[in-house]
């Protein structure tokens, strides 16, 4: 007999999956940075979708820093238009496509007419879901809950609407109990389908349900279009449901909650008619009527749970939800608050928590009552007042608000175009005119460096209310906001005492003899008369930029000083020059470094000097190696390019370089094939070199910061191949997956001499061990567990068959747990039974029993008649693992 497992079936593996919904103009380009993506636009589609003929094409989604709604031009080629961006974080995305006639014409939205309309309220919009880790409780459940239109009479509109109903898992019609019920409405311009397209409400309260935190409810997602909300939720709404559903009409037993007027609906109700739901959540929402101790007594009397939930200071109920908890406080009602989400503002993001945190407690009674964790407190806050210089203006937390001046007044279109989307990426984000004439725009924003400007209908301005400069672009302007992440950390300025000293050192350049300046980045305590020269890099700028930009725009000065204040680098002295325009092998080896060694006490000895640039830079640092070998013992370069040339010395090259590590971008660095061609050809010629690991992003600023971070405390350090190797591999069972292994099995499993029972004769033996591997999480395994099967084939030999309802089985689980059960005996024919003919279980686990590793046995038995004809027969015993929902 022979133990196979069969491949189909049997593996059930957690997959980064390619969520581009259902636009086929979204596609996942070959990367080595996950979640890329790509739109493409065929141009012959924009026109009848438009009625456009287009100058600009642009795609336009919530990709912003705090998923605000921005622009991201496309490019035209070969008769599409098209944009990348990414990486994109975990979670769902809205957007749209649009075209101008003219950048001072309005855009006109639209999505691929091979799509199904995404969003009910509007129609050009579509989504993309990109699963991962955080987003885990919004992606799809097997064997979630169930969603149905219910269609009502409204007394109010004098129409048919409609309400979206979720039941549980497991819901049952009949049940003796009815279920509470949970109603939700949406905001004013929203539908209350949106709750599913954009909410992901569904998804939310499937992955509840499947991990245990939701008590069995019903949803229902009622339509709040109505001046009469009051008599539309009681006298349509809710009866409509109760009549459909088994739901309960207990006041205890029934909770209610919106987002913005769908909030203030439900607050509403909580004074005209205390104690009709017990529980009453407010998402971005406010409230009018004022409250009196009276009031606030009967709805502490009547009322279970009130909590209020806001965004950042960029949603525009922000202020307002800040008011409500104060009216609470003052009137006495108790009331729990989420505090402010500082990450985002009025945005589906943020309504998709709030629902995810009120319901996980609407019918339970958790020990914390406090806001979410991270959350601020709600506290007043109001932003400068017109006019007001320096801009951008940033607040504490990072929330950081720009504004033009009148010029623009006249304006039809004013964006703000900097390195603020995913990996430093270039999106457009609309401003908003003001009353005044002016353009604002508030924005949360990550910690790092930031440079920028406005683009008023296609043209680039300064923003003339920002101090900073960049010489190589005049229109770009800089700020810095403090916070976590690598550049936050690096690129922030540290206390005046612990930083270093940045001059100006001039030098008189081979391009016409004409006269240049450098950089120059000296350590806290340099002493220019120190008996030992001090290590010196050579930093380099890239094309179209020079000396000034790793300063002005790169911040070399703060990273600098942060890795010494930290410990990380050796002092040294960092000499940023001009490289444009010159031989620079011979600028830099005949003018840069000797003013270098004349004006700072810096050493000549190449062991003790480095050398590295971006992009063209990057040329000129490896067109430097390759001329003159031995002369920098460290060589960086990043978004790299320059292959050695034929006659390179490569036994110099490998024996005066200490190290040489390479950096590039992904394929949004257009050098990325350049630098992947660079690679090849160090390999090919047996140059030794370190390829960094990818850093996600273009050609960008934000992929340079990172690579000089970590390209610092290299230096000057001797060999840093020394140090211990760390190697890790992971499991695929470990890794969100449900796999089966089988012991080995040699050639076979051979049965035992036979046993005359009588009648038959009986052979019998052990199954291999089997192991099955559950590390799914609940949002790909659901509500439901796994279970193992086997079949049988005929047995034959020489001609003669041995059908398989003569072979049977007894399993056994050899790892018991609560969950984990062992199949039932299967007998053979002899004794009246199928055999495994037909597949018989091995083990089934549930969700309570499925998680980990279970060992899995049987004792084999094979029965065959009395005066069965003599032979070898062999058999193929199939073992099957499935997930069950």
């Known amino acids: ?90 979670g769902l995305y809205y957007y749209q496509y649009s075209a101008r006639p003219a950048w001072n014409q309005d855009a006109v939205g639209f999505r691929n007419p091979d799509s199904p309309q995404g969003v009910t309220s509007k129609p050009a919009w579509n989504t993309l879901f990109v699963p991962g880790p955080g987003a885990e409780w919004l992606a799809d459940v097997p064997a979630g809950g169930q969603l149905e239109t219910l269609t009502y009479d409204s007394t109010v509109a004098e129409e048919e609407r409609s309400a979206l109903v979720w039941t549980p898992p497991s819901y049952d019609a009949d049940r003796a109990e009815p279920y509470p019920v949970l109603y939700l409405l949406p905001d004013a311009g929203q539908s209350y389908s949106e709750w599913t397209e ?55 037993n029934q909770a209610i909650a919106g987002i913005g007027r769908g909030a203030s609906q439900a607050l509403n109700l909580l004074l005209t008619d205390t104690g009709e739901f017990s529980k009453v959540g407010s998402f971005s929402g406010s409230l009018v009527s004022t409250v009196n101790a009276t009031k606030a007594a009967q709805i502490n009397e009547a009322t279970d749970l009130v909590r209020v939930y806001t965004g ?47 319901a996980s407690r609407v019918f339970a009674s958790p020990s914390d009552t406090g806001p979410s964790e991270g959350h601020l407190p709600l506290e007043s806050h109001s932003l400068p007042a017109p006019g007001t210089a320096p801009t951008p203006w940033i607040d504490e937390n990072g929330v950081v608000t720009f504004e033009t001046g009148t010029e623009f007044a006249d304006a039809n279109h004013v964006t703000v175009w900097g390195n603020f989307g995913p990996a430093g990426s270039w999106p457009r984000i609309p401003m908003t005119k003001q009353s005044d004439g002016r353009w604002r725009l508030t924005v949360p924003f990550e910690g790092g460096s930031y440079y920028y400007k406005f683009v008023v209908e296609g043209v680039d301005h300064k923003d003339t209310g920002n101090p900073t400069s960049v010489l190589s672009e005049p229109n770009w302007s800089t700020f810095f906001v403090a916070g976590d992440g690598i550049r936050g950390e690096y690129a922030g300025d540290v206390a005046p005492e612990s930083r270093g000293a940045v001059e100006v050192l001039p030098y008189t350049s081979t391009a016409n003899e004409q006269e240049r300046s450098a950089y120059v980045w000296t350590p806290p305590g340099y002493d220019a008369d120190r008996a030992e020269a001090y290590p010196v890099f050579y930093l380099q700028h890239g094309g179209g930029q020079t000396w000034t930009d790793w300063v002005e725009v790169g911040r070399a000065a703060q990273i600098l000083d942060n890795h010494y204040l930290k410990g990380n680098i050796l002092p040294m002295v960092v000499v940023m020059g001009n490289g444009n325009g010159v031989d620079f092998p011979n600028e830099l080896l005949t003018r840069i ?16 000097r480095a050398l590295a640039g971006l992009s063209m830079g990057s040329g000129h640092t490896l067109s430097t190696l390759w001329a003159h070998p031995g002369e ?42 350049n630098t992947l061609s660079l690679i090849a050809a160090l390999e090919d010629r047996g140059i030794d070199h370190e390829f960094a690991p990818i850093i996600p992003g273009p050609h960008s600023w934000d992929v340079w910061q990172k690579s000089l971070i970590d390209f610092l405390p290299r230096l000057f350090k001797g060999d840093t191949s020394e140090g211990i190797p760390i190697e890790a591999e992971i499991p ?115 969700a309570e029993g499925r998680f980990g590793s279970a060992v899995l046995g049987a004792e084999l038995e094979l029965e065959v008649p009395v005066g069965t004809q003599p032979g070898t027969y062999t058999g193929l015993l199939t073992i099957s693992l499935f997930p069950v929902d």
Not at 63 to 73: C, E, M, Y
Not at 593 to 608: G, I, L, R, W
Not at 634 to 662: C, K, Q, V, W
């Open 1 to 90: 007999m022979t133990v196979a497992a069969v491949g189909a079936g049997s593996i059930l593996a957690a997959q980064n999956a390619v969520a581009a919904g259902t636009d086929p103009w979204i596609s996942v380009p070959p990367n080595p940075v996950a979640d890329v993506y790509r739109f493409t636009v065929p141009d012959a589609a924009i026109q009848p979708a438009t009625g456009v003929d287009p100058a600009v094409v642009a795609v336009e989604g919530n990709f912003g820093p705090g998923k605000t709604w921005s622009t991201l031009n496309m490019g035209a080629s070969g008769g599409n238009w098209s944009s990348t961006i990414g990486p994109l974080d975990p």
């Open 312 to 358: 950042n200071v960029t949603d525009p109920a922000y202020n307002r939800t800040v008011a409500l908890a104060n009216k609470f406080t003052a009137a006495g009602v108790e009331f729990q608050s989420d505090g402010s989400d500082p990450e985002t503002g009025g945005t589906w993001d943020t309504w998709q928590k709030s629902l995810h945190d009120f």
């Open 593 to 608: 470094v000797p003013a270098a060694e004349t004006q700072y006490n810096v050493s000549s000895d190449p062991k003790q």
């Open 732 to 846: 695929e069972a470990e890794n969100g997956v449900l796999a089966m292994t089988i012991a080995d099995y040699g050639d076979g499993v051979a049965l035992s001499e036979p046993e005359n029972a009588g009648d038959r004769l009986r052979m019998t033996g052990q199954l291999p061990e089997v192991t099955v591997s559950d590390s799914r999480t609940a949002q790909q395994a659901g509500v439901g567990g796994w279970a193992v099967s086997g079949h049988a084939d005929s047995f034959t030999s020489t001609g003669q068959t041995l059908t398989a309802d003569h072979f049977g089985w007894t399993p056994d689980v050899l790892t018991p747990r609560p969950g984990l059960v062992a199949g039932s005996p299967v007998d053979t024919v002899l004794d009246g039974g199928p055999g495994l003919e037909t597949p018989g279980t091995l083990a089934s686990a549930d």
């Open 632 to 673: 920098f013992g460290y060589i960086g370069a990043m978004s790299a390019f320059g292959a050695p040339p034929a006659g390179a010395d490569i036994e110099a090259i490998n024996e005066g370089t200490e190290l040489m590590r390479i950096y590039t971008g992904d394929i949004q660095d257009f050098t990325y094939q």
């Open 198 to 252: 954009l909410g992901r409400a569904a998804q939310i309260l499937d992955n509840l349900a499947v991990e245990g935190d939701l008590e069995p409810m019903v949803v229902v997602m009622g339509d709040g279009d109505t001046a009469d909300a009051r008599a539309e939720v009681l006298d349509n709404i809710l009866p409509s449901a109760r009549a459909e559903f088994n739901i309960s009409d207990d006041p205890s």
